[in-house]
């Protein structure tokens, strides 16, 4: 049952505006009470997780990579970068994701967003990529998400890429630009792909808008699930080129290969 309360000194609208969306909210619960987002659990609020898939949740924090945000094993201090960032820099400069792309709640809320129709899901997982991501959109100037080609959105209907991104700008209050990248090639799905030909499926497959005033800016390109980098990197690749000045990726979620 929803929980609200009214402060003496409140106007008198404020006070009825607070008491309707308190009885609204009580409605909502009794008509459709509230569900776990990854198993359909009851829970106690709307837009949460139940107690058995919040501990299924393995969260990236630190201590990780500051290039890659890939979780290290044990903290050996501040600003260190991982073998696979050294050896092989992506062309973003920072990445920031949620937790692990696992089996389990992280791989069930990322496929019900993408596949199953659930744009409800791009709030929550929203929410949760504006804390992981708070010292990427400290510094943005714009929130870009990854574009599908037209024909696929056409198929598909709905870019989870781009509803996450929404999400992100209204927590954090950055402009969101979902226009300033183009994908202006068709390419399969990386399903299956190696990273070498990750890789090659994506090459080109990106522009910036000509139109879109990048040059100088720092954005935030943002993404469901980070795998191989190679979609990542060919985005970032064409932003820069576009004129940005930095790009970083902010994803809900991201494969870890364990060293």
Known sequence: MAVFQLSAGAWPHERLRALAFGVGQTALDALFPPTCLACRAATGQQGALCPVCWRGMRFIERPFCERLGTPFAQDLGEGLLSPQAIADPPVFRRARAVARFEDGPARRLAHRLKYSDRG???????????????ELL???????????????????????????????????????EPRWLERVKPTRSQVGLTREQRAQNVQGAFRAAPDAPLRGLRVVLVDDVLTSGATANAASRALLRGGAAEVDLLVFARVVTEA
Not at 124 to 131: E, S, V
């Open 138 to 176: 400290a510094d943005a100037d714009a929130i870009v998400p990854v574009p599908l080609h037209p024909l696929r959105l056409w198929r598909r209907r709905f870019n989870q890429a781009a509803a996450l991104a929404a999400a992100i700008a209204a927590k954090s209050g950055k402009r969101f």
């Open 120 to 134: 409800d899901l791009a709030r929550p997982l929203g929410a949760w990529m504006a804390r992981a991501g708070a």
